[in-house]
């Protein structure tokens, strides 16, 4: 029982900040606009975002291994799809910040998904 709970807990810090995460790109985009390719002002917040964007892409697919796996209830799983087609709008704000783009099947699986089990 504690095992689980303190999995429920965690899935649930995970979806928040993987929201908190995928919202602020579009604010990364307003900030440095144009100027993303090459320009100096932009140099060590988009060098920061890079690497964060890789710990995101990492959390995401943890996420994704836990909603396939079950182990989301049903608020959840919710949750993670709304996140999952959050992050298939703001693809175009990614390719515009030049960063790591998220596997192609983790954006493609909110078209179908469905909580496991039902």
Do not use: C
């Given at each position: ?6 999995l429920?807990r ?13 919202e ?7 900030r ?13 917040d ?9 710990d ?37 704000v ?25």
């Amino acid at each position: 029982m504690v095992e689980k709970s303190t999995l429920t807990r965690k899935i649930d810090a995970r979806l928040r900040s993987m929201r908190g995460r995928i919202e602020s790109l579009s604010l990364y985009a307003e900030r440095y606009g144009a100027s993303v390719n090459g320009s100096a002002a932009a140099g060590r917040d988009l060098d920061a975002l890079h690497y964060e964007r890789l710990d995101t892409l990492d959390r995401l697919d943890s996420a994704q291994e836990w909603f396939l796996a079950g182990d989301m209830n049903d608020e959840q799983a919710e949750r993670h799809r709304r996140n999952l087609l959050l992050l298939a709008e703001q693809v175009p704000v990614i390719r515009q910040l030049g960063l790591k783009m998220p596997n192609r099947a983790l954006v493609a699986s909110h078209e179908g998904s469905a909580a496991p089990g039902s």
